[in-house]
């Protein structure tokens, strides 16, 4: 069986897997990493997001071997020990979480977006989450818990992926 080797969440691993393995499949059942949910299994509904190498990725559709010698992130990875990312904090504070299952993906897309804009509005966060499905909260609390993180980022001068935040 072939190997990949990835770092995840800032840990080196080494793994064996089908070469028809998802990212998804090794992450869940080779690194036992269950945020990235199994919810589609066909890149719709966006539960399986990572970032692979800072870019948004639905890792059910991602063979496994693309992420060979790249960086994934998951949303284990998000938090510092005992320190939630703000994006974490403001999906509690705001609600914007109800069943949990769809709440990974939210907050990796949102990295995503906040990553490459700090200041995004409305409708720029819709369109960030046009690849996440939400059959609980209807959105509404989960666009304000990621507008309430990217005002706190940029007022505290927050650093998202290794940018500060102006």
Same mark, same amino acid.
């Given at each position: 069986?072939?190997?990949?080797?990835?770092?995840?969440?800032?840990? $080196?691993? @080494?793994? =064996?897997?089908?070469? !028809?393995?998802? #990212?998804? =499949?090794? #992450?869940? $059942? @080779?690194l036992?990493?269950?945020?990235?949910?199994?919810? %589609?299994?066909?890149? $719709? %509904?966006?539960?399986?997001?990572?970032l #692979?190498?800072?870019?948004?990725?639905?890792?059910?559709?991602?063979?496994?071997?693309?992420? $060979?010698? %790249?960086?994934?992130? !998951?949303? *284990?990875? #998000?938090?510092?020990?005992?320190?939630?990312?703000?994006?974490?904090?403001?999906?509690?504070?705001?609600?914007?979480?109800?069943?949990?299952?769809?709440?990974?993906? /939210?907050?990796?897309?949102a990295?995503?977006?906040?990553? *490459?804009?700090?200041?995004?509005?409305? *409708? *720029?966060?819709? =369109?960030?989450?046009?690849?996440?499905?939400?059959?609980?909260?209807?959105?509404?609390?989960?666009?304000?818990?990621? /507008?309430?993180?990217?005002? =706190?980022?940029?007022?505290?001068?927050?650093?998202?992926?290794?940018?500060?935040?102006?």
């Amino acid at each position: 069986m072939p190997t990949l080797k990835l770092k995840v969440n800032g840990r $080196d691993y @080494k793994v =064996e897997a089908e070469p !028809t393995a998802t #990212l998804l =499949e090794v #992450l869940r $059942d @080779k690194l036992l990493i269950t945020g990235p949910k199994v919810g %589609c299994n066909t890149g $719709d %509904c966006g539960a399986c997001s990572v970032l #692979l190498n800072g870019q948004l990725v639905k890792s059910c559709i991602t063979n496994a071997f693309i992420s $060979d010698g %790249c960086e994934v992130i !998951t949303v *284990e990875g #998000l938090a510092k020990p005992g320190e939630l990312h703000p994006l974490q904090k403001a999906f509690y504070e705001y609600y914007g979480a109800q069943c949990g299952f769809c709440t990974p993906g /939210m907050l990796i897309a949102a990295k995503a977006l906040l990553d *490459e804009n700090p200041n995004p509005t409305r *409708e *720029e966060i819709k =369109e960030a989450l046009s690849g996440n499905l939400c059959r609980c909260t209807g959105y509404v609390k989960i666009i304000e818990a990621i /507008m309430a993180a990217a005002r =706190e980022l940029r007022e505290t001068g927050g650093v998202i992926a290794g940018k500060e935040v102006s």
